[in-house]
């Protein structure tokens, strides 16, 4: 598996349209399951919901996040808006990540059809 994005530098959304005019946004956006840093209002319950989804831009060859107007990174509490998001700024495809969140062990996964499994 491909180490996690690490974030070195931050743009903001206004930023979007001319970094993929000029080809600077060079990978697809990745969405990352992370702690939630941004506190208040709306899903800032840090008890009740305290991870979200932030996404990240590989621009210039750097790792940058979105920050809101106000110097914050934008956080989403909702994948789905999240999406909607992306589709918004012209991202048709995009990576998830999430290394927070529990998986399901493994299911065994069934031989060629009519058979009972790996032998």
Known sequence: MLPAPEPTT???????????????????PVIVRTSRQVQGGGFGDQEKNPNTWTVYFLVDNQWAHIESARGHRREWGNLDRLESWLRDQGFRYFWVRNDIDPVAPSIPMPGPIGTNGPD
């Open 10 to 28: 931050a743009i903001r959304q206004n930023d979007i349209p001319a970094f993929l005019a000029t080809y600077r946004i060079t990978h697809y």
